[in-house]
Structures are given as C-alpha cells and as structure tokens.
C-alpha cells in the first residue's frame, strides 16, 4: 500500500554524510522535502542536487528543510557532492541519506518490499526512486510526485506547489490551476458566499462552486 496523502509519513534513523539523523525528530517544526535518486554519478540527478542546492535561499525563507536519498553509501555521497558543486556553482547544504540498505525506499514505498541490490548495479535496478514527498510540521504528507528516469525534476514547480500547500494550511483558501503566489485564490466550498465576504472582501462567482477572492497574505 503506497504512502497517502494526510497519512503520517515513517519515521527512521538513517546514515546521511551530515551524521546520523532521526527522521521525524530532524523535521522538527519546520516543513521538510524528501526527494530521492536511484543512483549517484548519474547525470539527471547530479542536475537535480545542483538545482536544489541553488534554491537554499528559497527553502529557507519558507522555513523547510531539504533532505537527499540515493541508493549509495556516504563515502560514495561525499565524492559525488564535489561534482554536484562544481556544476551547480554553489555548496550542498543539506544532506544526502544512504540508503543502500534501502530501508527508506521500500518505507516510501518506491520500490517493493522484495527488492534488493545485485552485485554490478545499475540505476535500472532502483529506478521508482525518483521521487519528491513534500512534509508537513505535523509529520504527514501533504504532496508527493514521482518521476521517470529521464525527466529532469522541475523544482520551480516544487517550490510553487509548497508556496500554495503553506498558503492554503495558514489561509484556508484552494488554489486554482497555474496558481502563483500573489494571484486570486479559491473561496472553498465549505465557506458561504456571505461568510466568505466577510471574510475574504471581494468574492468573484463564476458558478456557485467556483469563488474567487484576491489573496488575502
């Protein structure tokens, strides 16, 4: 059974090349995303490391916490952060669990209970572990999307869809397809049009389920 969203997501204490970490307790309060690689020394994921290793900014204005898995120990981790640094220009600041055990991978459900790695692997082998869990303070998932081998991550999007899974938990409002941060938001359906008056100001009524109001942040 796959992980679901609301659902409490596993904890774990897992080697990472920062030192050993307790998953939930290193969430703390913060949000956190977990976004995973079936490899190191692999091109698409040394690009996606790169790309989030340059968002550190970004994260942190959002008060979340980024965190790697690959399929590969932390000696391996350590020699391919020096690649990801000299392509992204930038540091990784964040850690990359090892998980060669794959404990965390079949916990997330990326790859089935019975899987384990040959000798003379290949990223073939764990291939599902391309995934992005975005994480909540109260420890449940809130997003997850899981990707092919050959698409790159947009974690433009990423950082889109965590700016509107803040600004509907603080707010209590929808957002509507495309949504960027700043543009109108939806009036939910469980909110009457006066009481979202009251609340919100100006509600637009394109048909009785679909209200929109300017965001109220």
Not at 11 to 21: K, L, P, S
Not at 45 to 50: I, L
Not at 62 to 71: D, E, F, L, M, P
Not at 108 to 121: I, K, S, V
């Amino acid at each position: 059974m796959g992980l679901r969203i609301n659902e409490t997501v596993p904890d774990f204490t897992a080697r990472t090349n920062q030192g050993e970490i307790g998953f939930h307790d290193w969430i703390g309060d913060s949000w956190a995303i977990l976004f995973s690689h079936p490899k190191d020394f692999t091109p698409v994921c040394t690009t996606e490391f790169g790309a989030v290793a340059q968002l550190a900014d970004e994260w942190a204005k959002r008060g979340t916490k980024v965190i790697g898995v690959s399929v590969d120990g932390v000696d391996d981790h350590r020699k391919w952060i020096g690649d990801i640094e000299t392509f992204a220009g930038t540091d990784v600041g964040f850690p990359i669990i090892a998980d060669d055990d794959l404990v965390v991978s079949k916990a997330f459900d990326m790859l089935p209970a019975e899987a384990y790695l040959p000798d003379g692997r290949t990223p073939a082998d764990s291939a599902t572990v391309r995934s992005v869990f975005i994480i909540g303070p109260d420890k449940k998932l809130k997003l997850s999307m899981t990707y092919p081998m050959t698409v790159g991550r947009n974690f433009a999007e990423v950082l889109r869809a965590l700016d509107a899974l803040q600004a509907s938990a603080r707010l209590g409002v929808a957002m509507p397809a495309n949504w960027e941060m700043g543009q109108d938001v939806i009036v939910p359906t469980s909110v009457s049009t006066e009481d979202a008056r009251a609340k919100y100001g100006t509600v637009t009524e394109v048909f009785p389920y679909l209200r929109t109001t300017a965001y109220p942040g």
